[in-house]
């Protein structure tokens, strides 16, 4: 995970979206893998000044730390 306080944005490189080299150097999001998943099919596309994210939106419960957020949408 990589945080941007620049930005409101959550999005996580998922398998199968996520392919190549850089890919298989990190760990990544796998859908089928929870049982809370919702695929909204929703697609969303961000741009950034060092490049751009693009995919389908997706909503699950997403935990960090001590902190969890139940029903928290973000891109794949």
């Known amino acids: 995970m990589d945080f941007d ?8 490189a998922s398998v199968p979206q996520c392919q190549g080299a850089a890919c298989k150097s990190i760990t990544v999001f796998n859908s089928t893998a929870s049982r809370t998943f919702v695929n909204t099919t929703t697609a969303f596309s961000v741009r950034y000044g ?5 995919g389908r939106l997706g909503r699950d419960t997403v935990s960090f730390a001590e902190f969890e957020v139940e029903g928290q949408t973000f891109g794949m």
């Open 5 to 12: 306080t620049g930005s409101s944005d959550l999005w996580l």
């Open 50 to 54: 060092s490049g751009s994210a693009s």
